[in-house]
């Protein structure tokens, strides 16, 4: 892959952008209360700024990899390992977004529990192969067991949850009774919450995040479990998306290549290449931005950019080109000259369009020219 012409024009502005940024507390976001009658109280105001307050794990250098880093950026990975200073952090949207998980998470771990089929949660999961770096982290849950089901219900009605999730659990403690009488097999569940958009590129792709899958697969070779489950909750209309995994199974391939590859990147003492900053998946067969730059806690230090929302407007109207013009050529029709010369820029960026065009998905591509 060849040098992104973008980072050329960003490389002058690093050094004073870095010298700007500090990480001591979260950015603040514009008040979003409506104000208050003077010497009134109010529980917005409290529950944002309740919502704020996080304490972190300091920060030191490491010899291990977390599960969660698996799939991320070498570099960012190689950073961390160092105990490398951010030069970002999670702005205030993106801590409540964390937060809204989590709750979801409690959500359906109290559900677990009360359909009596919640066989270990929040459990250190540590895994290494021989002459790799070691993986360590904490999975949501084992579900399992074999539950007393009317003690299943009787204690689901003591929970006082929302009528959505009382006839939710209701029914799951129903299926489990009828289909699986004499118990169940015990699983990993990794929860993950996301927003419209996203949950329908999961589901249209029917394979979850590569990070989430690689995650989860952790958790079934360290715990020796054959099947595992990701569960995907929308946070905009609460539907559920179950992806399975198996162990072994084509996941398992992929978890010990992303293993061989963090390995070989941490030996060295050179920083691996920073990432592009416009991607082609081959699970979507689409072009787009680059989480792994946006999400980057060095986004300022190794890209320039001093927001994700700055990196975002500058890539995402390319990276639409890009998949307009990949779409006209799926479908066999005549290449303008705009067309021609997105083209070109897309050979700039290091893509081969001949190879990425049997791969691409047009199925969803407007009538548009670059």
């Known amino acids: 892959m060849t040098n992104n012409p973008m980072n050329d024009e960003l490389n002058k502005a690093k050094a004073d952008l870095i010298e700007k940024m500090t990480v001591e507390h979260v950015p603040e976001e514009p008040a979003d209360e409506v104000p208050l009658i003077p010497g009134a109280w109010g529980v917005g105001q409290v529950w944002n700024k309740a919502l704020l307050t996080r304490g972190e794990r300091e920060r030191v250098p490491r010899d291990y990899i977390y599960a969660s880093e698996l799939g991320k950026p070498l570099v960012d990975i190689w950073l961390n390992l160092r105990a490398t200073?951010?030069?970002?952090v999670s702005?205030?949207?993106?801590?409540r977004k964390f937060e809204a998980g989590n709750i979801f998470e409690w959500i359906i771990q109290l559900i677990l529990v009360r359909a009596g089929i919640l066989v270990a949660s929040q459990e250190r999961v540590e895994h290494q192969y021989p002459g790799?770096?070691?993986v360590s982290g904490r999975l949501d849950f084992i579900g399992g067991g074999h539950p007393d089901f009317e003690k299943a219900r009787t204690e689901l009605e003591g929970l006082m949850l929302p009528d959505v999730f009382m006839r939710a659990g209701r029914?799951?403690?129903?299926?489990?009774e009828e289909t699986y009488p004499n118990g169940l097999e015990n699983k990993v569940i990794e929860v993950k919450s996301a927003g419209a958009f996203m949950f329908e590129k999961h589901l249209k792709s029917k394979k979850g995040g590569e990070n989430h899958r690689k995650q989860t697969m952790h958790y079934l070779v360290g715990k020796n479990l054959a099947?595992?489950?990701?569960?995907y909750v929308c946070r905009d209309d609460l539907r559920l998306m179950e992806v399975p995994i198996s162990?072994?199974?084509?996941?398992?391939?992929?978890y010990k290549a992303e293993i061989a590859r963090i390995t070989e990147a941490m030996k060295s003492e050179t920083q691996p290449a920073i990432e592009p900053l416009i991607v082609f998946s081959e699970d979507e067969g689409r072009f787009s931005k680059n989480w792994g730059v946006e999400y980057s806690q060095y986004l300022t230090m190794l890209y320039g950019f001093e927001r994700p929302d700055q990196y975002v407007d500058q890539v995402a109207p390319v990276a639409a080109r890009f998949n307009r013009v990949m779409g006209r050529l799926k479908k066999g029709d005549k290449m303008t000259p705009k067309n021609l010369e997105a083209l070109e820029e897309m050979k700039s960026y290091g893509f081969d369009p001949?190879?990425?065009?049997a791969k691409f998905d047009a199925s969803d591509e407007e009538e548009a020219e670059a």
């Open 91 to 95: 702005n205030a949207r993106s801590l």
């Open 354 to 357: 001949d190879a990425i065009v």
């Open 132 to 134: 790799m770096i070691r």
């Open 171 to 176: 029914d799951i403690i129903a299926y489990i």
């Open 247 to 254: 162990n072994p199974g084509p996941v398992l391939d992929e």
């Open 85 to 88: 200073p951010y030069t970002n």
């Open 227 to 231: 099947t595992g489950e990701l569960l």
